[in-house]
């Protein structure tokens, strides 16, 4: 059974870009998170998506946004990229249940110079 | 609101010695919580959860942990360490609709040989 997949894996953008990041989930699972890690904030919830429908949202501003699609795949968008915006952008999947869990794909690695 | 805080940010121990890595939660209600393994430039992997069934919960690897709730903590062990057990541990607890985790802080465990 395939894991969660996040593309690309490491990425170098510069500041004031956008990026977009990709997460496929395992098969079956409806529902996506991401998250933002960083050495100093560790890992901060970024946004939720169940069935297309975003469930729920971490404390980041307006130039964060994603969108999940029919087949569950999910995008993260980051416009106007900043230095600080350099992190481990992690993606996760779940059946949705609350006592489930998620499974965490390798991440990608946004590099903003 | 939930949260958990894990003491030590750091935790070396020798080769064949004892794992402990503490957590404990603060939730308004009964949590679900989880442990989380990091190993350098990987997603999170999935250790073990406590979903309010057993409070003495076996997970990969041979780690376990126990969920006690007088004392709010959610303390992971490993009998005898491995240095491929060298890696960052997260703990987390799930808010009640299963949308988001917070985590705490990480600890970094070493292994000595």
């Known amino acids: 059974k395939a894991g969660v997949t996040q593309t690309p894996r490491y990425l170098i953008k510069t500041r004031g870009q956008q990026v977009t990041l990709s997460c496929s989930p395992i098969s079956g699972h409806r529902s996506v998170s991401w998250y933002q890690q960083t050495p100093g904030q560790g890992l901060q919830f970024l946004f939720e998506y169940f069935s297309e429908t975003q469930r729920n949202k971490g404390n980041f501003p307006g130039r964060f946004s994603g969108r999940q699609f029919s087949n569950s795949r999910s995008e993260m968008n980051v416009s106007t990229l900043e230095l600080g915006d350099s992190a481990l952008y992690l993606c996760a999947s779940s059946i949705g249940q609350v006592d489930y869990g998620y499974t965490f794909g390798s991440g990608t690695r946004l590099t903003v110079v | ?113």
């Open chain 2, 1 to 113: 609101a939930q949260s958990v805080t894990q003491l030590g940010s750091h935790v070396s121990v020798s080769e064949g010695a004892l794992v402990l890595l503490r957590c404990n939660y603060s939730s308004s209600v009964p949590p679900y919580l989880f442990w989380y393994v990091q190993y350098p430039n990987q997603g999170l992997q999935l250790l073990l959860k406590y979903t309010s069934a057993a409070t003495l919960v076996k997970g990969i690897n041979g780690f376990e942990a126990e969920f006690k709730k007088s004392e709010t903590s959610f303390h992971l062990t490993k009998p005898s360490a491995h240095m491929s057990d060298a890696a960052e541990y997260f703990c987390a607890v799930s808010d009640q609709r299963g949308n988001q985790f917070y985590f705490g802080t990480g600890t970094s465990l070493t292994v000595i040989p």
